[in-house]
C-alpha cells in the first residue's frame, strides 16, 4: 500500500526552439508522485516495500500520461527526490527494481535502459530527469532534460519519485542521429 500525499501531472508542449518552427509540436508528460517514506530515519536493510510502491505508482501514472501525448512516446526517464531524513537509496528502491515494466508497459515497450536520476533534498528541491529514446540508447536527437519539482515536496519523511514521457526528440537537433563511426 502506497501512502501518497499528492500526485503533480505536467504536460509540456514545445512549439518552438530559437526562430525556428518544428514540422510538429513535442509533448513532453510528467507524473509526479510525493509519497511517505516508510524507512525515514531508519536503518532498513530490506527496501522491497519501495520496490512494490514504484510498481504501483507506474501502474497508477503511465497510463495517464500517454494519454497525455499527441503521438506514441519515443523517449523516457524515471527519477526520485528523497526528503533529508531518507537517504538515496530509498529513491533507487522506488525507481530500480520495478518501476521500468509498468513504464515500458504502458509505452509499448522500450529495449533501452530507462535513464534515471536520484538525490535526497529539501522541499522545493528541482530534479533534472535526463530523457533518452526508449530503443535505441545512441540516438543523440532523444538526448533530453526536463527539470521537475513539486514547491512543497519531499518533506523530510516522503519520496517524489517522478515518471517522464516524450513523443519526440530535442527541436532543431544537430548532433547527429548517433556515435560518428
Not at 500525499?5 to 518552438?16: M, Q
Not at 532534460?145 to 517522478?162: G, L
Not at 515518471?163 to 548517433?178: E, F, K, Q
Request: aromatic share 4%; glycine share 12%; net charge neutral.
Amino acid at each position: 500500500m502506497v501512502d501518497i500525499r499528492k500526485i503533480v501531472i505536467t504536460r509540456e508542449l514545445v512549439l518552438g526552439e530559437g526562430s525556428t518552427l518544428p514540422e510538429r509540436p513535442v509533448i513532453r508528460a510528467v507524473g509526479l508522485a510525493v509519497i511517505a517514506n516508510p524507512f525515514a530515519g531508519l536503518a532498513a536493510a530490506d527496501l522491497r516495500p519501495l520496490w512494490q510502491a514504484g510498481a504501483a505508482l507506474g501502474e497508477r501514472l503511465m497510463p495517464e500520461l500517454v494519454r497525455l501525448l499527441d503521438h506514441p512516446a519515443v523517449s523516457y526517464s524515471k527519477g526520485a527526490i528523497v526528503g533529508v531524513n531518507g537517504e538515496s537509496e530509498h529513491g533507487h528502491a522506488c525507481i530500480h527494481p520495478m518501476l521500468g515494466k509498468p513504464m515500458r508497459g504502458a509505452i509499448g515497450g522500450g529495449k533501452a535502459v530507462v535513464p534515471s536520476s536520484v538525490k535526497v533534498a529539501a522541499a522545493g528541491a528541482t530534479l533534472d530527469m535526463p530523457l533518452s529514446h526508449k530503443d535505441e540508447p545512441f540516438s543523440f536527437p532523444h538526448f533530453d532534460t526536463i527539470t521537475v519539482f513539486v514547491a512543497d515536496a519531499p518533506r523530510p519523511d516522503e519520496i517524489v519519485v517522478a515518471m517522464a514521457i516524450a513523443d519526440g526528440g530535442r527541436l532543431r537537433n544537430r548532433c547527429g542521429d548517433g556515435p560518428v563511426r
